[in-house]
Structures are given as C-alpha cells and as structure tokens.
C-alpha cells in the first residue's frame, strides 16, 4: 500500500515536534544535580597578632620617705637631738631594664640614687650667746636591685598593670657634720662619715601606659626595708639605721 508523501511528511514533522516538546518536560522531573561542597574546609578565622615582648629601659623620679624607727643608731641620738629619720625626705632618681621571660614576667635590673639631708639642734646645750648648737646630717644611696616583675595584661594592651619583688645591694654614705658638745662643756666644728653596702629588699606596683608603639609613660611605687649598719667615725656609738620606707616614681619607658 502507498502512503501519500504529504502525510508521511506531516506525520514526521509531528512527531519530531512532540519528542522535542517532551524531552524538557522529561529532564525537568529528574532529580537535580549541584556540584557537592563535601570535603572542603571552611576558610581559617584569622586570629589577631601575637606582640612579642621587647626588652625595655626605664627612667623615673620621685620622692623617697623614710618612715622607719631609725634602728638603734637613731634612738641613741634622739635623747640629745632634734629631727627624725622622717625629715630624711628628698628626691630619687631611678634606671631601670626590664628582661622579659616570655609574655606575663620578666625580670627588672634597676640603679637608683638618692640623697637627703636635715639639720638637727643639740637639746641639751646652746652656745655662750644662746645660739643653737647644729649640725647636719646627710644620707645618700645607691641602691642596685634585682627583681621578679609579674604583668597582668598581655604585651599590646595600652595599659600594662605590674607587680615586682626583690632585693639587692644598698650603697651607702651616711655624714654628720658642724658643731657639736665634747664632754659637756666644749664646743667643736667636726665631721663625722661612714658608708658601706648593706642588703634590702622591696615590693612594687606600678602601671605602663603606652602613648607610642615603643614609648610608654611609667607610674610605680615601692616600699623598700633597709637597715645600714653605721660605723666608722661613729663608734662606739654605731648600730643599725632603719631607712625603710615608700617611694613614689613617674617617668617614661622605651622598649627595643
């Protein structure tokens, strides 16, 4: 049997048309497929930078306080003179450089100088005019001190707080000098001296506030006990003179 041409072609065209009609519709009721992000890593938080320590040299100044009992030394001379170890109130100048061990401590080398004076009256006596009978007495150290520093923020914070303890060697230069009573009725012009090194310690608090990348400003304060044993041109009326006392200190520090 003969199909006639034109409908072979129609029916051709058809279905070509219908089986490409059909092949979206079939593919759009298949599952769909995404690339799997299985096995990657999220990408890393990044953390802030560790700040290293540097080490750091220290200048300060302040005010040194004796506030001891001046030790058996002192009480000897209280009953025929004026003043208190107290009066021995002056300036102190201090270097320090700081160590560190790692982030919260180090250790701190510190060289400080101070020098006081005062004037005390004879109690007992005045001369032929009714004058006082004075002299001055003049205290001067250097201590060199070694000690344990402990932070309590990290390095970078903008204000550091810090404890320290420790101890060291006290240089030491006691004087008196101007008139004085001998055997109770003479009066000389003298000078009396005797120095040495005794051993001491202090505790500290203090803060380190950064205003510069390597600058900081320094605020610390210590209480210090020393007792210097006083001989020499003292005895046999020598003993131990208590210094002990507070130190109050500003100043500036540069880390390198």
Do not use: C
Not at 97 to 117: E, H, I
Not at 173 to 189: K, N, R
Request: hydrophobic fraction near 45%.
């Amino acid at each position: 049997m003969r199909v006639p041409t034109r409908r072979f072609w129609t029916t051709t065209v058809a279905l070509a048309f219908l089986a490409a009609a059909a092949g979206p519709a079939a593919a759009a009721g298949e599952p769909k497929h995404y690339p799997s992000r299985q096995g990657e890593q999220a990408p890393p938080v990044a953390s802030p930078p560790t700040v290293t320590p540097r080490p750091e040299f220290r200048v300060r100044l302040g005010l040194y306080q004796p506030t001891g009992d001046g030790g058996d030394f002192w009480q000897l001379e209280q009953d025929a003179f004026t003043g208190s170890v107290e009066d021995l109130e002056d300036l102190l100048l201090a270097m320090d450089f700081v160590l560190p061990l790692n982030r919260w401590t180090g250790v701190m080398f510190t060289l400080g100088y101070f020098d006081a004076s005062e004037r005390r009256v004879d109690k007992r006596f005045v001369d032929e005019f009714g004058n006082d009978i004075a002299f001055q007495s003049d205290l001067e150290m250097t201590p060199m001190t070694v000690a344990f520093v402990g932070y309590l923020t990290p390095p970078g914070s903008r204000v550091r707080p810090y404890l320290a303890a420790g101890g060291g060697l006290y240089w030491w230069e006691y004087a008196e000098g101007g008139d004085f009573v001998v055997d109770g009725e003479e009066i000389i012009t003298t000078y009396y001296i005797d120095d040495g090194a005794d051993f001491g310690w202090f505790a500290a608090a203090g803060l380190s506030i950064a205003v510069a990348p390597a600058w900081a400003i320094v605020l610390e304060g210590r209480w210090t006990g020393v007792a210097l044993d006083v001989g020499g041109d003292f005895a046999p009326y020598g003993g131990d003179l208590d210094v002990s006392g507070w130190e109050a200190t500003a100043g500036f520090s540069w880390s390198f």
